[in-house]
Each structure stands twice: as structure tokens, then as C-alpha cells.
């Protein structure tokens, strides 16, 4: 199911990205003291007393076409659409200003609950002068520094009283995937051409994403699938579809649900940057992916077309070597038949348990092969390995020092049990750990 998300709100240059860096647990956005400069990653997770929850930052939303007081009114907006608990950033040092009136006014007819943080509150004196914030009718301000990592706790833990307990049901023979990719590249004509022919639409039920509807089927040879649909997604006003990073915040909910990403391409228009960084955040939430060209019917085809393009995927898509990479048409339905199908071999591969006896035979004919590094006259040694986890496959490997197990090192692991036992479409992890 989806974490409950946090989205954090307020005028220009009161310390969005500093409580979003120290609620994420690291450094993630570009701060400066400059209004408008926060423009890096917007979206990450965070835990707090045992709740896992996604957060946006939505400072980092760039609508720089829009005046000044409507891009901060857009971004509240978009914060209440998507979160489940909104927390309220104004300054201490400069008091209440006209644009913290207005971001209050939208987040009060919002029936979603609000926490107001006053930052920038650095020592006991300033706590006394963040009484005037009770004026703008949104309960007890919050004295916090983000700077100093100052009660940020007391606002984590009003938050967590927030959040829904109910319990998504999981039905683990439902393989659960979205489609994913930029505006345009046909996610919509692919789900209604998916769901054509020879499916069987069980039932469509409203989804945790909002304005999502998700829709059961099941395929010829009786494999349930769950579609999380993002395409269908329509929000009030275009000013939601005018920013990139919006959608790529929109994909992210999408992921966090899905058991398999489909990350859709457009022959036409080729791979930009939006699709590296969705692609990104799949690839480190440890969803299975397959990467769709769909399109494919537009272009002029010549001997090696389909191995070129093939070719540029590879190269831009370095960290995605596992994942498959299929030819589609929505418009013609060509090799539309094999996507589910290929879907259920990522799912069975996300779920392969490898027994350890086998997993070490592969793992000491791979230091047979290359064998272990030194670092300052230490050597790496290698005592045995087990598989730990599913959805991915996850590998503990017992070692003499950890930190002597470098990454290029481990990737070699990788690669040796990629061969032995194909993986294809999962990512796998690797978690080097000092043997007791």
C-alpha cells in the first residue's frame, strides 16, 4: 500500500528545504539563502515512531511563469491534493506576512490536517514572539529550527497521529504494475489497448492515488494483475500538468504501490531526462522494471533499427541492464500479447529464493575467478552469503570488514549471480555485513 505522505508549504525562503532535508534524513535539496533556488530532488521517504511516509518538498515545484503570490497559492493546492498531513513553514524572524495569510486561508478550507512550524526560532528568547502566529487560526505553532534540527520531533510526532491505521488488504497471487512515463508517450491508448482483447475485467475500484482508478483483470491462463493507473489521473487546473516535476511526484505515488514499473517510452521523441529520473526512483525502490517503447509502428525501420535504439537505452540507462526492453504499438497492437506474459516472469523472478548451499557455490567460483580486493595490505574475505529477502532479492554477504567490500566489488557478485540464476527485470541488493 502507499505511505501516508507529508507535503511541506509556505512562502519563499522560510526553510522548506532544511526541514525536508532533516525530515528525509539527508541531504537532497540544494539549499541557499536565496528565494526560488531549491530545484533538486522534491519527493523522499522518511520514518518516524515506526511509520514509514513520503514526502514532498513543494518549494522545489517550479511555476516560475506565475506571479509571485499565485505560484505559492498553486503550490498549496497541489500539497493538498496530494498529502495526507500538510506541515505549514513560516519564519519567526519576520513575523506573519501577507503571503503567510493567504497559503492559510487555502489550507483551512482544506479539511486536511495542518501543522504550522515557525522556523528559524533558534534559541529559548525568540519562543515568545511566535505567539502572533495563532492569529492566522491554525492551532499551536510549532517552535522549531531546521538549521539546528530543533523540534522538528514535537512536528513529527503531531503528524504520525495523523496518519490513517487502515490496512490495505494484500492478495499476494495479484501481481500489482503501473504504466509510467511523461505526458504523451501513450501510457492511456496502451491501458485500453491492454485491456482489449481477450481480458477479462474483474472490477474497477477506486485507488489509494487520488483521482486514480485502478482495475483488476486477469489474463487467458487465469494470472490475476492489478493496473494502477496514473494515466487516468485528471487534477483541477493545468497547472498541475505545466510542471515536470509534478508528474514525476504523481509517478512516485504510482511506484511506491506497484510491484512491476512499465516505464513508457515514445519511439517518436527518444529518451529525455524526466524518463532517467522516474526510471531512477523505480529502480532504487527495488521494483521490477520493463522498459516499453511504445510507438514503434511511426518509425521508419531500416536493418538495425530496433538494435540501435536498443543500443541508446542501454547506454542511458546504465543502472537498468536487467530490465527488458519490448517493441509496442498501442495503435497496432503489435507484441502487445507478450507484455503480460513478460510481466509474470519479473514477478516470479522478484520472488526466486535461492538456496544458500547453491548462492555460496556461486559465490566462491566468482572469487575463483576474480578474487577478493586489498585496501592498505587488508583483504576482503568472504565467508558465505544467504538470501534474506523477496521483492527484490536481497543478499547478505558475511565478511571480515565491510568496508572493504567496494562497490565495484560487489557489482562483480552481482553480475556473477545475475548469470547463474537470471533475475531478469528485478533489481537485486547486495548488503556486505562483518561476521560476528
Given at each position: 500500500?502507499?505511505?501516508?505522505?507529508?507535503?511541506?508549504?509556505?512562502?519563499?525562503?522560510?526553510?522548506?528545504?532544511?526541514?525536508f532535508?532533516?525530515?528525509?534524513?539527508?541531504?537532497?535539496?540544494i539549499?541557499?539563502?536565496?528565494?526560488?533556488?531549491?530545484?533538486?530532488r522534491?519527493?523522499?521517504?522518511?520514518?518516524?515512531?515506526?511509520?514509514?511516509?513520503?514526502i514532498?518538498?513543494?518549494?522545489?515545484?517550479?511555476?516560475s511563469?506565475?506571479?509571485?503570490?499565485e505560484?505559492?497559492?498553486?503550490?498549496?493546492e497541489?500539497?493538498?491534493?496530494?498529502?495526507?498531513?500538510?506541515?505549514?513553514?513560516?519564519?519567526?524572524?519576520?513575523?506573519?506576512?501577507?503571503?503567510?495569510e493567504?497559503?492559510?486561508?487555502?489550507?483551512?478550507?482544506s479539511?486536511?490536517?495542518?501543522?504550522?512550524?515557525?522556523?528559524?526560532?533558534?534559541?529559548?528568547?525568540?519562543?515568545?514572539?511566535i505567539?502572533?502566529?495563532?492569529?492566522?487560526?491554525?492551532?499551536?505553532?510549532?517552535?522549531?529550527?531546521g538549521?539546528?534540527?530543533?523540534?522538528?520531533?514535537?512536528?513529527?510526532?503531531?503528524?504520525?497521529?495523523?496518519?490513517?491505521?487502515?490496512?490495505?488488504?494484500?492478495?499476494?497471487?495479484?501481481?500489482?504494475?503501473?504504466l509510467?512515463?511523461?505526458?504523451?508517450?501513450?501510457?492511456?491508448?496502451?491501458?485500453?489497448?491492454?485491456?482489449?482483447?481477450?481480458?477479462?475485467?474483474?472490477?474497477?475500484?477506486?485507488?489509494t492515488?487520488?483521482d486514480?482508478?485502478?482495475?483488476?483483470f486477469?489474463?487467458?491462463?487465469?494470472?490475476?494483475?492489478?493496473?494502477?493507473?496514473?494515466?487516468?489521473?485528471?487534477?483541477?487546473?493545468?497547472?498541475?500538468?505545466?510542471?515536470?516535476?509534478?508528474?514525476?511526484?504523481?509517478?512516485?505515488?504510482?511506484?511506491?504501490?506497484?510491484?512491476?514499473?512499465?516505464?513508457?517510452?515514445?519511439?517518436?521523441?527518444?529518451?529525455?531526462?524526466?524518463?532517467?529520473?522516474?526510471?531512477?526512483?523505480?529502480?532504487?525502490?527495488?521494483?521490477?522494471?520493463?522498459?516499453?517503447?511504445?510507438?514503434?509502428?511511426?518509425?521508419?525501420?531500416?536493418?538495425?533499427?530496433?538494435?540501435?535504439?536498443?543500443?541508446?537505452i542501454?547506454?542511458?540507462?546504465?543502472y537498468?541492464?536487467?530490465?527488458?526492453?519490448i517493441?509496442?504499438?498501442?495503435?497496432?497492437?503489435?507484441?502487445?500479447?507478450?507484455l503480460?506474459?513478460?510481466?509474470?516472469?519479473?514477478?516470479?523472478?522478484?520472488?526466486?529464493?535461492?538456496?544458500?548451499?547453491?548462492?555460496?557455490?556461486?559465490?566462491?567460483?566468482?572469487?575463483?575467478?576474480?578474487?577478493?580486493?586489498?585496501?592498505?595490505?587488508?583483504?576482503?574475505?568472504?565467508?558465505y552469503?544467504?538470501?534474506?529477502?523477496?521483492?527484490?532479492?536481497?543478499?547478505?554477504?558475511?565478511?571480515?570488514e565491510e568496508?572493504?567490500?567496494?562497490?565495484?566489488?560487489?557489482?562483480f557478485?552481482?553480475?556473477?549471480?545475475?548469470?547463474?540464476?537470471?533475475?531478469?527485470?528485478?533489481?537485486?541488493?547486495?548488503?556486505?555485513?562483518?561476521?560476528?
Amino acid at each position: 500500500m502507499a505511505n501516508p505522505t507529508i507535503a511541506i508549504v509556505g512562502r519563499p525562503n522560510v526553510g522548506k528545504s532544511t526541514i525536508f532535508n532533516r525530515i528525509a534524513g539527508e541531504r537532497i535539496s540544494i539549499v541557499e539563502d536565496t528565494p526560488g533556488v531549491t530545484r533538486d530532488r522534491i519527493y523522499a521517504t522518511g520514518e518516524w515512531l515506526g511509520r514509514e511516509f513520503s514526502i514532498i518538498d513543494t518549494g522545489g515545484i517550479d511555476l516560475s511563469d506565475e506571479p509571485f503570490m499565485e505560484q505559492i497559492k498553486h503550490q498549496a493546492e497541489i500539497a493538498i491534493e496530494e498529502a495526507d498531513v500538510i506541515i505549514f513553514v513560516a519564519s519567526g524572524r519576520e513575523g506573519v506576512t501577507d503571503a503567510d495569510e493567504l497559503v492559510a486561508k487555502i489550507l483551512y478550507r482544506s479539511n486536511k490536517p495542518v501543522i504550522l512550524a515557525v522556523n528559524k526560532v533558534d534559541n529559548p528568547e525568540m519562543r515568545n514572539e511566535i505567539y502572533e502566529f495563532y492569529s492566522l487560526g491554525l492551532g499551536d505553532p510549532f517552535p522549531i529550527s531546521g538549521s539546528h534540527g530543533l523540534g522538528i520531533g514535537d512536528v513529527l510526532d503531531e503528524a504520525v497521529k495523523h496518519f490513517s491505521t487502515e490496512i490495505e488488504e494484500e492478495d499476494e497471487d495479484t501481481i500489482k504494475f503501473s504504466l509510467i512515463g511523461r505526458p504523451n508517450v501513450g501510457k492511456s491508448s496502451l491501458i485500453n489497448a491492454i485491456l482489449g482483447e481477450d481480458r477479462v475485467i474483474v472490477s474497477e475500484i477506486e485507488g489509494t492515488t487520488r483521482d486514480a482508478i485502478d482495475t483488476r483483470f486477469e489474463s487467458e491462463n487465469g494470472q490475476k494483475f492489478l493496473m494502477i493507473d496514473t494515466a487516468g489521473m485528471r487534477k483541477r487546473g493545468k497547472v498541475y500538468e505545466s510542471t515536470e516535476k509534478y508528474s514525476v511526484m504523481r509517478a512516485m505515488r504510482a511506484i511506491e504501490r506497484s510491484d512491476i514499473v512499465l516505464m513508457v517510452l515514445n519511439a517518436e521523441e527518444g529518451i529525455r531526462e524526466q524518463d532517467k529520473k522516474v526510471a531512477g526512483y523505480a529502480h532504487e525502490a527495488g521494483r521490477g522494471i520493463i522498459i516499453v517503447v511504445n510507438k514503434w509502428d511511426t518509425i521508419e525501420k531500416e536493418t538495425n533499427t530496433m538494435r540501435d535504439f536498443e543500443e541508446e537505452i542501454r547506454e542511458e540507462f546504465r543502472y537498468l541492464d536487467y530490465a527488458p526492453i519490448i517493441f509496442v504499438s498501442a495503435l497496432t497492437k503489435q507484441r502487445l500479447n507478450k507484455l503480460p506474459e513478460l510481466i509474470e516472469l519479473v514477478s516470479m523472478n522478484q520472488n526466486l529464493r535461492i538456496p544458500s548451499a547453491l548462492l555460496n557455490d556461486v559465490v566462491m567460483d566468482a572469487i575463483a575467478i576474480n578474487p577478493t580486493p586489498t585496501d592498505k595490505g587488508k583483504r576482503l574475505k568472504v565467508f558465505y552469503g544467504t538470501q534474506v529477502a523477496i521483492k527484490p532479492p536481497t543478499f547478505v554477504i558475511f565478511v571480515n570488514e565491510e568496508e572493504l567490500m567496494h562497490f565495484s566489488y560487489a557489482r562483480f557478485l552481482e553480475n556473477q549471480i545475475r548469470k547463474a540464476f537470471t533475475f531478469e527485470g528485478t533489481p537485486i541488493k547486495i548488503i556486505p555485513r562483518r561476521r560476528k
